[in-house]
């Protein structure tokens, strides 16, 4: 079974960066894909981008270019660093799994951790 | 940008059957588009009920069914209970490495 942990700063200052880990417990990172998703508070869930063990990846063209998602699997994590934030990106950011096997849905979350872009 | 429509909202009684909806701005839902279904309660992170239009994920109760109906990818919920009260989200996997999610169906049931 796999688990992931999400960890990272809770507050951002407008304008900065937001950069969040998700580590990963069992399973392989290698043949899976990884996915962030986030979801403001009160509202709907949002998919921000996925990446795979070969670097390949894709991000919601909402996002503008400031999202890059980066795989480190020695260190069993996925991380995001969401640039220019603004109040709009607070969220509670979730990383997940998505379903190597063609089925394409996310079939392991992580509990999610709360991000406030304030000043 | 295309946009996945849920209903905002829906109210069941308990026992009862309640079908939710996820469709297109434009266009018609098929297969193709994998559609997946997630339950989330306040303060949890989702869980998985359906995926591929109608798999139900590991340890998911019967109840929970999924369908193409019309135009739309459906999610059944057939003899609801208490604790089905949540939000239902829908996903479509737009092809080219692009998931969109619906906005979230708020299911109550009483």
């Known amino acids: 079974q796999v688990l992931l942990q999400e960890s990272g700063p809770g507050l951002v200052t407008p304008s900065e960066t937001l950069s969040l880990t998700c580590t990963v417990s069992g399973g392989s990172m290698s043949s899976s894909y990884w996915s962030w998703i986030r979801q403001p508070p009160g509202k709907g869930l949002e998919w921000i981008g996925f990446i795979y063990y070969t670097s390949s990846n894709n991000y919601n063209p909402s996002l503008k270019s400031r999202a890059t998602i980066s795989l480190d699997t020695s260190k069993r994590q996925c991380s995001l660093r969401l640039s220019s934030v603004t109040a709009a990106d607070t969220a509670v950011y979730f990383c997940?799994?998505?379903?190597?096997?063609?089925?394409?849905?996310?079939?392991?979350w992580g509990q999610g951790t709360l991000v406030t872009v304030s000043s | 940008q295309t946009v996945v429509t849920q209903e905002p909202s829906f109210s069941v009684s308990p026992g009862g059957t309640v079908t939710l909806t996820c469709g297109l701005s434009s266009g018609s839902v098929s297969t193709s588009y994998y559609p997946s279904w997630y339950q989330q309660t306040p303060g949890q992170s989702p869980r998985t009920l359906i995926y591929?239009?109608?798999a139900r994920s590991s340890g998911v109760p019967d109840r929970f069914s999924g369908s193409i109906l019309g135009n739309k990818a459906a999610l059944t919920i057939t003899g609801a209970q208490a604790d089905d009260e949540s939000t239902y989200y829908c996903?479509?996997?737009?092809?080219?490495?692009?998931?969109?999610f619906g906005g979230g169906t708020k299911l109550t049931v009483l």
């Open positions: 997940a799994r998505l379903d190597s096997s063609g089925h394409y849905n996310f079939d392991s």
């Open positions: 591929s239009t109608n």
């Open positions: 996903v479509l996997y737009m092809g080219n490495g692009i998931w969109v």
